[in-house]
């Protein structure tokens, strides 16, 4: 089975809350700033769609239990 093998703060980051992708030993704070979205500096949030705010409520999901789309879809037909 494969698995997601990239930066994890990154991942949190985008989401904006501790996704417990890293070792519960330090808190996630220390580690990297959640109020910053990775990728170009200095851009502001736009409001999400409904479409928009069901996606990163999907994406957050497969994050969290580590699982690509392909095996959260099976997963989610079983």
Known sequence: MARY???TCKLARREG???FLKS???PLES???L???PGGAGQRRQRLSDYGVQLREKQKLRRMYG???RQFRN???K
């Open 75 to 77: 997963y989610y037909k």
């Open 31 to 33: 580690k990297c700033k």
């Open 17 to 19: 809350t501790d996704l």
């Open 67 to 69: 699982v690509l789309e």
């Open 24 to 26: 519960g030993l330090k």
């Open 5 to 7: 093998r990239g930066p």
């Open 35 to 37: 109020e910053v979205p």
